[in-house]
């Protein structure tokens, strides 16, 4: 039997809040927590040089996508990269999505082949 998860209110960020990225450098991802603390919506980067991060992954439960917390996520870790400015290497199919859909000078200028 296929299981499918049942959409899950919001509560704060469907009241009009903004959605609150954290960041962890130690850890070396950005981060949405959603319902409280249990669940949380995460982007995944590496550093692979001394400057460069290779943008890996984004992960929004099924239960919380598209409603654009993935779009948070990669404009955090994007202007992350900007303003120590690194160069990225995008290995997450997401945030190649949305270079291509705020194609903004700044990020461009940033990417790794």
């Known amino acids: 039997m296929a299981h499918s998860a049942a959409a899950v209110p919001l509560g704060a960020?469907?009241?009009?809040?903004p959605i609150r990225v954290e960041h962890d450098r130690r850890?070396?991802?950005?981060?949405?927590?959603?319902?409280?603390?249990?669940?949380r919506a995460v982007l995944l980067y590496e550093y692979v040089g001394k400057r460069i991060?290779?943008?890996?992954h984004t992960e929004v439960p099924d239960a919380y996508r598209g409603r654009g917390i993935a779009k948070?996520?990669?404009?955090?870790?994007l202007d992350f990269v900007v303003?120590?400015?690194?160069k990225?290497?995008?290995?997450?199919?997401?945030?190649?999505?949305?270079?291509k859909e705020n194609p903004?000078?700044?990020?461009?200028e940033r990417l790794q082949p």
């Open 72 to 77: 948070h996520l990669a404009k955090a870790a």
């Open 83 to 86: 303003e120590e400015d690194l």
């Open 13 to 17: 960020l469907e009241q009009g809040c």
């Open 104 to 108: 903004l000078p700044q990020y461009l």
């Open 53 to 56: 991060v290779d943008l890996q």
């Open 88 to 99: 990225a290497h995008l290995t997450c199919w997401y945030i190649q999505k949305y270079v």
């Open 27 to 39: 850890r070396r991802q950005f981060t949405v927590r959603l319902n409280g603390c249990h669940d």
